[in-house]
T-cell receptor
Framework: SQTIHQWPATLVQPVGSPLSLECTVE??????LYWYRQAAGRGLQLLFY??????ISSEVPQNLSASRPQDRQFILSSKKLLLSDSGFYLC??????????????FGEGSWLTVV | DQQVKQNSPSLSVQEGRISILNCDYT??????FLWYKKYPAEGPTFLIS?????DKNEDGRFTVFLNKSAKHLSLHIVPSQPGDSAVYFC????????????FGTGTRLTIIP
């Protein structure tokens, strides 16, 4: 069966520091990968998605970036964090409409507090 | 521009009764709809979905209804149980090949014992 893991689970970072959140999927190949963010009191906002290695689409202009160095690895980064980057970050995977409908499956989430 | 809206931020229901969560959308290109359940500090878990070719889908205690003309869907939980207390997100996608989902802001459901 497929599993998804993301880490770290919680981190507190000062303003201006870098960020790296990592996500890996096991038990499948060539998944579509997603990074979402849930800010306090807000819904889930799509940040980036990837349909293959090195292919990244950005949904929201911001100081975050994403990379997909391997088929099942998705990384969210920032060179300099802002206070507004605080939130709950979620990685998700799917296999495309033809295989799994439109269902995507989420990781456990990473709490980021920028201080 | 909020394309998927959940206008009720919270809902309280007595245990054993029916819970009805509502969702409205504006994008007529959406053709697939999903409900996710989320506990605090955890990732959302998939609950139930419906394609636009149907108007109802049922899975155990959960039923989703879709009214395309009104651009409205609802999730019914019968009977409601204490473990159903969570935040419920409505999501929608358009037929562009991947599963890029647009989520609503969520409704916090509290089941009162």
């Amino acid at each position: 069966s497929q599993t998804i893991h993301q880490w770290p689970a919680t981190l507190v970072q000062p303003v201006g520091s870098p960020l790296s959140l990592e996500c890996t999927v096991e038990g499948t190949s060539n998944p579509n990968l997603y990074w979402y963010r849930q800010a306090a009191g807000r819904g889930l906002q799509l940040l980036f998605y990837s349909v293959g290695i090195g292919q990244i689409s950005s949904e929201v202009p911001q100081n975050l970036s994403a990379s997909r160095p391997q088929d099942r690895q998705f990384i969210l980064s920032s060179k300099k964090l802002l206070l507004s980057d605080s939130g709950f970050y979620l990685c998700a995977w799917g296999l495309g409409r033809a295989i799994s409908g439109n269902t995507i499956y989420f990781g456990e989430g990473s709490w980021l507090t920028v201080v | 521009d909020q394309q998927v809206k959940q206008n009720s931020p919270s809902l309280s229901v007595q245990e054993g009764r029916i819970s009805i969560l509502n969702c409205d959308y504006t994008n007529s290109m959406f053709d697939y709809f999903l409900w996710y359940k989320k506990y605090p500090a955890e990732g959302p878990t998939f609950l139930i979905s419906i394609s636009s070719i149907k108007d109802k889908n049922e899975d155990g205690r959960f039923t989703v209804f879709l009214n395309k003309s009104a651009k409205h869907l609802s999730l019914h939980i019968v009977p409601s149980q204490p473990g159903d207390s969570a935040v419920y997100f409505c999501a929608a996608s358009a037929n562009f090949g991947n599963e890029k989902l647009t989520f609503g802001t969520g409704t916090r459901l509290t089941i009162i014992p």
